[in-house]
């Protein structure tokens, strides 16, 4: 089955910066990645997603690329802002509806005033 | 986006009992749900994907005579935590991808069990 792996598992960065989380993924047939940010007693809330069919995406302060050969896949946060800290999680699933997310195993960022 | 609903969101129960958590979809048809499992700290641990009309998938480890799920209609889906013990506190969340294609999976709010 599919195994994703996610690092780094804990971010601080400063106010302004950008933070980058990197995630691979081992079965090539995965083609949906999303990320999910997590706050704490939550419910994840996905916050960007990209199909297999592109290489890059972008939303705002926030862009993920993929890379299909390397089978890795990363989440981009620039500028980023206090209300940011959170943890999130990235997940790689098949195509269809009835297919299961897998989860990495989360990065818990903190973004420091 | 679509709206998943999970009840109840928080439950105390006695060690030895049962409890029922329901996930709805409330505004798309979902004929597969996703129960997970999030301990603190932690990932979501996929237990398993519940089938409307048919038996549920059980990933490895999860004992379904334990973790009972059952899928009645294209909104509903249930679990019951049968004969709950401390080790089973966690917190609980369905999940839900509407029919017809690679979309995204919506969440339940989640349900904190406390087993005491």
């Known amino acids: 089955g599919e195994n994703v792996e996610q690092h780094p598992s804990t971010l601080s960065v400063q106010e302004g910066d950008s933070a980058v989380i990197k995630c691979t993924y081992s079965d090539s047939a995965s083609n949906y990645f999303p990320w999910y940010k997590q706050e704490l007693g939550k419910r994840p809330q996905l916050i960007i997603d990209i199909r297999s069919n592109v290489g890059e995406k972008k939303d705002q302060r926030i862009a993920v690329t993929l890379n299909k050969t390397a089978k890795h896949f990363s989440l981009h946060i620039t500028e980023t802002q206090p209300e940011d800290s959170a943890v999130y999680f990235c997940?790689?699933?098949?195509?269809?509806?009835?297919?299961?997310?897998?989860f990495g195993g989360g990065t818990r960022v903190l973004v420091k005033p | 986006g679509a709206v998943v609903s999970q009840h109840p969101s928080w439950v105390i129960c006695k060690s030895g009992t049962s409890v029922k958590i329901e996930c709805r979809s409330l505004d798309f048809q979902a004929t597969t749900m996703f129960w997970y499992r999030q301990f603190p700290k932690q990932s979501l641990m996929l237990m398993a994907t519940s089938n409307e009309g048919s038996k549920a998938t059980y990933e490895q480890g999860v004992e379904k005579d334990k973790f009972l799920i059952n899928h009645a209609s294209l909104t509903l889906s249930t679990l019951t935590v049968t004969s709950a013990h401390p080790e089973d506190s966690s917190f609980y969340i369905c999940?839900?991808?509407?029919?017809?294609?690679?979309?995204?999976?919506?969440f339940g709010q989640g349900t904190r069990l406390t087993v005491v």
């Open positions: 999940s839900a991808r509407r029919d017809g294609g690679n979309t995204e999976a919506f």
């Open positions: 997940a790689a699933s098949r195509g269809a509806a009835g297919n299961k997310l897998t």
